[in-house]
DNA sequence: CTGTTAGCGCGTTCAT
DNA sequence: ATGAACGCGCTAACAG
């Protein structure tokens, strides 16, 4: 049995290896200035004793000057961007306690040019960012910025993939996509037909990803169904609403996919139609609208990626590497959740 | 703009409130002997400063015991405890950097009377204990009496609902089944035709709620498709091997659901009939066996619980409880995933 | 190259 | 009822 029931430390050490604490120091952070023969007894103490330091002592030691960061979220005003400010807040608490502190900024997803310009203005406040990204030379260009100036940077949600950031914190966006079909194809039970495509804009990443992936195995593999012209209602209900509506004009519409937001307006031209049961209709993110669409059968399948996950992650990256503290990667990757009404949350 | 780049400290308080560190610290830990007029002063200074203790501090301080827990897990070898024992070991490691160490046990899951006797060796030794639970009274009276005796307990997985554990970290298995028949059901595309359901053993807990949620929703939502009684193949592969040939003899065999381990068995039964890409397969538990028969479309869906996210969520529930630190829920919930070919991480 | 020492923010005696 | 002083394990000057 283990002896350790008192912790190792930094002088156990130091007293096995016959050196001060300093030195250990040293060699425990890759200082520079100590013999090769000492920085071998050091390790060899280390291993035996199995010294692990103690991360409370460590950052109390480390000083006190409190990190900052700015978390960028889109301008729009969706229950998916709702989600991640909340989960923001209960997260900022939580940093609070590690001595970092956040705010918040708001950017218009479908401008890149306001996004880059918010981006370059952060300048010195902050220790860490985390954004959503936009695929645009300015904005990548803004980004590596910021990592030039040894912030740390992580893209959220959407990312700029060549951009030089720590980590893209979001789901992919194609299989995503593919993930759509697949359930559309099974669910709609060898019908032959055609497949409304709704998103907000083709021109952002991960809409245009979706959609690659979503055709790309609805073609391969249920060639019965055919998928219509995407049509961009902006994330919109009205307009997502009137999209819908044509769609249904369709006699051979068998489902509806929307890679967007704005699900209220194609569930309600759905549940108008009275052919809510009949066509199937997949969407995205999982908020309290979507949730009440599962329930009732206007909504089939809802592709999901947890804000909370995403927020915290985020939280952790940027602390991690600020502090220089190890990540567990498991924990961090975010995965492409699938809910039907039987397994919400 | 908030002028605490620094951080607010203890002193800070007691020299606002104009008493000393030891009187601040007797109001914040709510130790007697204070005036209540000092109280109120100090926290008057408390809220007004937006005092926060830093946890960092409050660690080290609070002295070098290390904690001790011991993780129960499932003696049987399969996959998913494979998948748990690797988790755990990870975890093991960030752990022992918050000054925690476990133990692992193994237990058979199929007799509450030794995991009770297991349960009630662990005496003395441990602040923390997560297990596979057993809902048997032996082990109900197990769990109370470590409960009772101060340790932090959590069930793993499988619970016991009326022991006094802290928590149940796994997901609900009656809404997993109604997942997996919703999912059967929609696949099916109005088939006709058996289910043949496969469990470990309807004495635990899991497997018998997974069957009752799946037959429930099958026979009010699917009547077209008609549950066989479940075979016992507790969770071996040959045993379910045959039990699937067995199966598969009917003609009008629509789908397999398997509610336990085992799912090998039940894939080579598939393959070797012929009939994989016509009969559906759904099951429980992404492992390295199951990834590929989704791949290789033998498999239609898989009904997941994170193995990581639920070591990991009992190693926080209970080093939080010993270290009386605050959780995030939202964080500790285990969800039900649902994986298909596409969305698989 | 190596050792000494003074804190980091808080808990915890022991005095008063 | 209140305060002073020491120590938790480690980092960061500053000496030698």
Redesign the pocket.
């Known amino acids: 049995m283990n002896s350790s029931f008192?912790?190792v430390?930094?002088?156990d050490v130091a007293q096995e290896a016959?050196?001060?604490?300093?030195?250990v120091?040293?060699v425990?952070?890759g200082r520079p200035?100590?013999?090769d023969?000492?920085i071998g007894r050091v390790e060899a103490a280390i291993s035996k004793l199995n010294?692990r330091?103690?991360p409370a002592?460590?950052r109390?030691?480390?000083?006190?000057k409190s990190l900052r960061f700015c978390f960028v979220l889109p301008a729009s005003r969706t229950s998916f961007v709702e989600l991640l400010s909340s989960q923001l807040a209960e997260t900022a608490k939580w940093l609070e306690s590690q001595r970092a502190f956040v705010d918040v900024r708001e950017a218009d997803v479908f401008d890149p040019d306001i996004l880059a310009t918010l981006l370059e203005s952060l300048g010195e406040r902050y220790d860490g960012i985390a954004t959503i990204a936009l695929d645009h030379p300015r904005v990548r260009a803004a980004l590596d910025d910021l990592a030039a100036a040894g912030k740390a940077v992580v893209t959220l949600v959407s990312d700029a993939p060549t951009a030089n950031r720590l980590r893209y914190i979001g789901i992919d966006n194609a299989a995503a996509g593919r993930t759509a079909a697949t359930l559309m194809g099974r669910f709609a039970a060898r019908r032959t037909g055609r497949i409304g495509l709704i998103a907000g804009s083709l021109a952002l990443r991960d809409h245009a990803e979706r959609r690659f992936g979503f055709t790309q195995v609805l073609e391969s593999e249920y060639p019965e169904l055919c998928a219509q012209p995407p049509q961009e209602g902006r994330d919109d209900n009205e307009r997502n609403r009137a999209i819908a509506e044509e769609f249904l004009q369709m006699p051979d519409l068998v489902g509806l996919y929307n890679m967007g937001a704005g699900n209220r307006g194609v569930a309600a031209a759905l549940e108008a139609s009275g052919r809510a049961a009949e066509v199937i209709f997949i969407g995205h993110e999982l908020t309290p609208h979507t949730r009440r669409f599962l329930v009732r059968g206007t909504m089939d399948a809802c592709i999901n990626q947890d804000a909370g996950h995403e927020i915290r992650s985020a939280a952790r990256v940027l602390l991690a590497h600020c502090l220089k503290e190890p990540l567990m990667p498991d924990q961090e990757r975010i995965r492409i959740d699938i809910f039907i009404r039987d397994n919400m949350p």
Chains 1, 2 share one sequence.
């Open positions: 008192d912790r430390t930094l002088e016959g050196v001060s604490l300093a030195t120091d040293r425990i952070n200035g100590v013999h023969r000492t010294y330091p103690d002592a460590v109390l030691a480390r000083g006190s």
